[in-house]
Each structure stands twice: as C-alpha cells, then as structure tokens.
C-alpha cells in the first residue's frame, strides 16, 4: 500500500488521540525506526497490517472498529490532502460517488503507478437504497468500506445506513454491502 495510507492512520491517531499514542503504535508494530512515511512510495502491505494489529492492541479496539473509524477519516483526509478536486469530480451526491468509485481509482492511479485498486458494482434498488459490492484482492478491509461510505454520507449531507450483508471472511467471493440513504 502507499505510504499515503500509512500517513493517514498516523494523522487519524494523532488527531483522535496523541503523539504518545502513535509512537507506541509503531512501537508495538515494530516500525518504530520509520521516522515517516512518504506518501508516494509504496510499501509492503504488511507494514498497514502490523499498524492496524498495533493500534487494536494499544487502543483496546477491535480491527473492524480501528478500519471503520479509518474509513470515515479517510473521506476528510483525502480531500485535505490536495484531492479535494478529484473527489468532487466524482459525483454531485452519494449514490452517484458510488457509481464512479472504480473511475475515480482509475484517476488515482495516474498519480499511483503501483495502486492495486478494490472495483465496485452498484446495484440500485430504488431511489434511497443500493447494494455496494465491494472486490478486492486485500481481505479483511470490508469494515473500513463501512466507514468509508459513512464518511461520505456526511461529505454529502445524506443520512446513510450501512449493512454489510456478505463477507468475505464467511467465504464470499468478495463483500456486500446494503446502503440506505435520503437525499
């Protein structure tokens, strides 16, 4: 994963708790000689995995409440970090940001050579309701899809329920998710 990713949850950390906090992380995920991560370069994703173990074992959170809350925070970290642009170019509203995540990935890869994107399919159900299914070939990252769509219901001022109705780690070939909103 790019060190983007890895700079976010250290901004999330930092924000939601403190410095301490964070280098106790790195600590515990053995990443303590990185003094930074460069948002360019990309990392083995190994090192976003022992930092999402390390902040479940520090904070005392569970790994799908540390990537939900990393999904939301995602959303406002993304734009402050010079890709404000890009996401309102996704879409006016939330269902119509769904239906352009996998071109909005496509965009994100000009700038990330190496980015292995999910794919995402939308299937409408009526005016206030989608299911989102969700493909990738990282697993274990379905919650943080939660907070991702959270996060943008409150980008785009809509009340939004998320339910994850199949999982991967049930042996699903990929997650799904209900998504109930008003415009």
């Known amino acids: 994963m790019y060190g ?3 700079k976010a949850i250290e ?3 930092c924000s939601h708790f403190d410095e301490d906090t964070w280098e106790a992380i790195k600590e515990k995920a053995e990443l303590d000689d990185i003094d930074y991560f460069m948002s360019m370069e990309s990392y083995p994703d190994d ?6 173990k390390a902040a479940c074992e ?3 959170m569970s790994s ?4 939900k809350t990393f999904g939301k925070f995602w959303v406002t970290y993304t734009a ?4 404000g642009d890009m996401l309102d170019n996704a879409g006016e509203n939330l269902p119509e940001f769904l239906r352009n995540l996998d071109n909005l990935h496509a965009r994100v890869g000009l700038s990330f050579p190496q980015l292995q994107p999910p794919e995402f399919e939308c299937e409408e159900e009526n005016q206030e309701k989608m299911e989102l299914h969700y493909h990738s070939t990282r697993e274990g990252l379905g919650p943080m899809v939660v907070g991702l769509v959270e996060g943008l219901g409150e980008r785009f001022n809509t009340p939004v329920t998320v ?3 199949q999982q991967r780690e049930d042996g699903a070939d990929h997650d799904s998710f209900s998504i109930e909103y008003k415009e």
């Open 163 to 165: 339910e994850r109705i």
């Open 80 to 83: 402050s970090e010079g890709y």
């Open 11 to 13: 901004d999330m950390v």
């Open 4 to 6: 983007l990713i890895n």
């Open 58 to 60: 520090v904070l005392d």
């Open 47 to 52: 090192v976003t995995h022992r930092l999402v």
């Open 64 to 67: 799908q409440d540390i990537l």
